[in-house]
């Protein structure tokens, strides 16, 4: 995860939690946000390695396109 997302994520958590301690926020809007909290980290994690197996595929499929 990248520094701006892990301090907007914090941020965020930190805001969410103030406002379930205040009353403002019910309890399954915070779960939802932990929920988003932690696929935003799954779904990174998951693209990183996507990318990482396709990429040789592209760069294959671009070298036979030049040629």
Do not use: C, Q, W
Not at 26 to 54: A, G, Q, T
Request: glycine share 4%; net charge negative; charged share 20%.
């Amino acid at each position: 995860m990248g520094f701006r997302l892990f301090v907007f994520v914090l941020a965020m958590f930190v805001y969410s939690l103030f406002l379930f301690i205040k009353g403002e926020v019910s309890r399954e809007d915070f779960r939802f946000f932990l929920i988003l909290v932690f696929m935003i980290e799954v779904i990174d994690e998951f693209l990183s390695r996507y990318i990482k197996i396709i990429e040789p595929f592209i760069n294959n499929l671009d070298l036979f396109l030049r040629g």
